[in-house]
T-cell receptor, first 114, second 115 residues
Framework: AQKVTQAQTEISVVEKEDVTLDCVYE???????LFWYKQPPSGELVFLIR??????QNEISGRYSWNFQKSTSSFNFTITASQVVDSAVYFC???????????FGTGTRLQVFP | NAGVTQTPKFRVLKTGQSMTLLCAQD?????MYWYRQDPGMGLRLIHY???????AKGEVPDGYNVSRLKKQNFLLGLESAAPSQTSVYFC??????????????FGPGTRLLVL
């Protein structure tokens, strides 16, 4: 069975703080894909990143960085120097190589206060 | 290039009424999906399609039907709406390139309220 756990339901920070959103996954597939999506208050789902299981390099994109650790089955997302515009619900998702389905976590609501 | 579009954006139904949600994509993607999003539950897959003329059940298919008559369109039908189907519905599409799973891109969502 595949499962994604985002244990943090809601996080509140003050602008310019760093914040890490946790994602833990379960899968029996040897090849799999991990994703992060952002859902701002307007409601649409915005793709942020995709990581293949055979590529454990961490990635940085501006203020965003992702830490993929197969040993702990985690794919955590860090926002450095958070801004009010980062306020959104963030979803981690998993897709195994033997399935056509994308399994979502329950999401973490991030509120960044000025 | 509009990406993934959904029609309508918002709808109110009475219990027992029927309706069809339309999803269209202009990216020539093979795969299309319908999800529902409920508070505290993330997104759950209703049905999906791996190509024109094919459909398959997802995690929560009961009460819904789908059709993929054209590659660019994926229809989600509610034959007899129930209050439990009040939700936000998202459509997504994806390409599968030489076995490497590609990213799913989502439409803007349809808010459905069943009274």
């Amino acid at each position: 069975a595949q499962k994604v756990t985002q244990a943090q339901t809601e996080i509140s920070v003050v602008e310019k703080e760093d914040v890490t959103l946790d994602c833990v996954y379960e899968t029996r597939d040897t090849t799999y894909y991990l994703f992060w999506y952002k859902q701002p208050p307007s409601g649409e789902l915005v793709f942020l990143i995709r990581r293949n299981s055979f590529d454990e390099q961490n990635e940085i994109s501006g203020r965003y960085s992702w830490n993929f650790q197969k040993s702990t089955s985690s794919f955590n997302f860090t926002i450095t120097a958070s801004q009010v515009v980062d306020s959104a619900v963030y979803f981690c998702a998993l897709s195994g190589d033997n399935t056509d389905k994308l399994i979502f976590g329950t999401g973490t609501r991030l509120q960044v206060f000025p | 290039n509009a990406g993934v579009t959904q029609t309508p954006k918002f709808r109110v139904l009475k219990t027992g009424q029927s309706m069809t949600l339309l999803c269209a994509q202009d990216m020539n993607h093979e795969y299309m999906y319908w999800y529902r999003q409920d508070p505290g539950m993330g997104l759950r897959l209703i049905h999906y399609s791996v190509g024109e003329g094919t459909t398959a059940k997802g995690e929560v298919p009961d009460g819904y039907n789908v059709s993929r008559l054209k590659k660019q369109n994926f229809l989600l039908g509610l034959e007899s709406a129930a209050p439990s189907q009040t939700s936000v519905y998202f459509c997504a599409s994806a390409e599968i390139d030489r076995g490497l799973k590609e990213t799913q891109y989502f439409g803007p969502g349809t808010r459905l309220l069943v009274l």
